[in-house]
């Protein structure tokens, strides 16, 4: 099975059919797409104007596409090191982290989902890798009672998530499933609380 950056040379090479490079995109995104597969697919086409069912896509739009994918990919990387250097340190140690953070890694290794969007079509505006910095950010700040990707207080709980852990608070600003570890108690028990509604759609 190939990887990342075998696909990624795949969607570069100006030799290859435009049908195959557009089709090793859409595969880059089974290893690495944080706001799972479908949204970070309307996500790129959004941003780099690729019609979703466009077999021959404009090239230099695809490279774009991968660019955005690319750099976001080595910020989550990069943190990824890090959590797992701190981890390391923290057993030798004999500390461990809550057991909700723990499970959120757990589910996010790779980077697949990071900031899943329940919605396909509703996801936030903003470059990856900039979504991911300021994800990054919340998880090695103390936790909050705003979404860390927009800042809105629009959270509320959701018992029907199509993916695991199948329930949790959802942003209705950016429609990101909000990871738990970054918000305060209070914040989630709000969130509980508060009556459904429905995703806002986010130019």
């Known amino acids: 099975m190939a990887g990342f950056r075998s696909l990624a040379r795949q969607v570069r090479d100006p030799r290859s059919d435009l049908a195959l490079r557009r089709y090793s995109l859409r595969k880059c995104l089974e290893r690495f797409a944080p706001y799972g597969h479908r949204a970070t697919w309307d996500h790129l086409c959004t941003r780099h104007g690729i019609g979703p069912e466009d077999r021959s896509p404009d090239p230099a739009r695809l490279m774009r596409a991968l660019d955005e994918l690319e750099a976001a990919r080595t910020v989550w990387l990069g943190y990824e090191a890090g959590f797992a250097e701190r981890r390391r340190r923290e ?113």
């Open 91 to 203: 057993k030798h140690d004999g500390l461990r982290r809550p057991g909700a953070f723990d499970d959120w890694h757990r589910r996010t290794w790779g980077g697949h989902g990071v900031a899943r969007c329940e919605d396909p079509a509703v996801h936030p505006s903003a470059p990856l890798a900039e979504v991911l910095s300021r994800l990054i950010t919340a998880l090695e700040s103390d936790p909050g009672t705003a979404c860390p990707v927009c800042a809105g207080t629009g959270i509320h709980w959701r018992q029907d998530l199509r993916c695991a852990p199948w329930s949790g608070p959802v942003c209705t600003g950016c429609g990101i499933v909000v990871p738990q570890p970054v918000l305060t108690p209070r914040a989630l028990a709000k969130a509980r609380s508060a009556p459904r509604q429905d995703l806002a759609t986010v130019a």
